[in-house]
């Protein structure tokens, strides 16, 4: 199982800021002991002071896994902690945007077992999504792993290849972000009809919360729950015709705002 041998061998968190704790907290919260998590992070958070992992201790020398959870631009900066650790039983995951494999290749050694993944941050809460692809020395034991550990955070899909994952990361990876957004707009506009800002956040959050629920339990697609709610001639059909104008509506804006995370997730890549 993979949970008890990383409690057994333990797991390397390189970055703890907000992918990593959120991360972390959803481990710590599924049993995973706090003694068996080495974190390398240089200005420690008061919430991970609390949890009892140890923070810029001595690592040990073949941990079960290093997650890799700092910035991309921090990269070089960050990997000659773990390089060390390369080349053994050490399986590395990252979950940084844009950098590719081979850049942790070059860095730990081609022969270690890498996995490239793309979390989100409702892994904090159990309920994120993760892509993950590996490079040739993960073996299906690999990936049986890396696929436990990030179940206990969410759900978790492979990819068939690299390439993928600018799109992923564009689409899932800063899509809380959207979600947010939508969140904050729809609030705005309740007070723009007159409610209290609390009134309105209140509507606005429980709203966006059940409506994602619901997708995810209900037997019929999107489009047919949408369907349902919309009475003929009624509030909805109304503010629907406004959201879904395909020249000025939601389409054309959410495809510009997944094709600009993409093509910065490509830039990335060029450091
Ligand atoms: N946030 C998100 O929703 C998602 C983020 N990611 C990826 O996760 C990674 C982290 O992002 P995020 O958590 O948002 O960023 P943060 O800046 O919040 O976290 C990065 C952490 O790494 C620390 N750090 C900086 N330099 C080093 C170093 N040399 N060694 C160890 N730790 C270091 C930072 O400390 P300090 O702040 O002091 O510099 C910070 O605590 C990125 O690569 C991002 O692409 C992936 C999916 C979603
Ligand atoms: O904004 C970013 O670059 C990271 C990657 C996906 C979400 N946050």
């Known amino acids: 199982m ?6 057994r061998n333990g797991l390397v968190l390189l970055g703890c800021g907000k992918m990593g ?21 240089p200005k420690p958070s008061d919430w991970l002071q609390s ?8 690592l040990p020398e073949q941990p079960a896994i290093v997650l890799v959870a ?29 950098t590719p ?16 993944a793309m979390p989100n941050t409702p892994a904090a809460v159990g309920r994120g999504i993760t892509a993950i692809i590996g490079n040739s020395h993960t073996t299906p034991a690999h990936l049986d792993t890396a696929e436990e550990l990030l179940t206990a955070v969410g759900q ?4 068939d290849s690299e390439d993928q994952m600018d799109a992923v990361t564009g689409v899932s990876g800063s899509g809380p972000a959207y979600v947010f957004h939508m969140i904050e707009c729809l609030a705005k506009a ?24 619901l997708a995810e339990e209900a037997e019929e697609t999107p489009d047919q729950l949408r369907v349902n709610v919309t009475s003929p001639n009624g509030t909805t059909q109304a503010g629907l015709e406004v ?10 804006l959410m495809a510009k705002t997944v094709a600009a995370a993409t093509d910065r997730s490509k830039e990335l890549r060029n450091g």
């Open 51 to 58: 949890t009892g992992v140890t923070i810029n201790g001595d």
């Open 2 to 7: 993979t949970m008890d041998n990383v409690a």
């Open 101 to 116: 494999i081979s850049s942790f290749e070059a860095a730990l050694g081609d022969d270690s077992p890498i996995i490239r």
């Open 21 to 41: 704790s959120a991360m972390l907290a959803g481990w710590l919260k599924r049993g995973l002991p706090p003694e068996s998590v080495w974190v390398i992070d």
């Open 243 to 252: 959201l879904m104008d395909e020249e000025t509506g939601l389409p054309p």
């Open 70 to 98: 700092v910035k991309p631009q921090m990269m070089g900066d960050a990997l000659p902690a773990i390089a060390a650790m390369g080349g053994g039983k050490t399986l590395f995951v990252s979950v940084a945007a844009g």
């Open 156 to 159: 978790v899909v492979r990819l």
């Open 190 to 213: 309740g007070e723009a009809q007159g409610l209290s800002p609390d009134l309105a956040m209140q509507l606005a959050q429980a709203t966006v919360a059940g409506a994602g629920a």
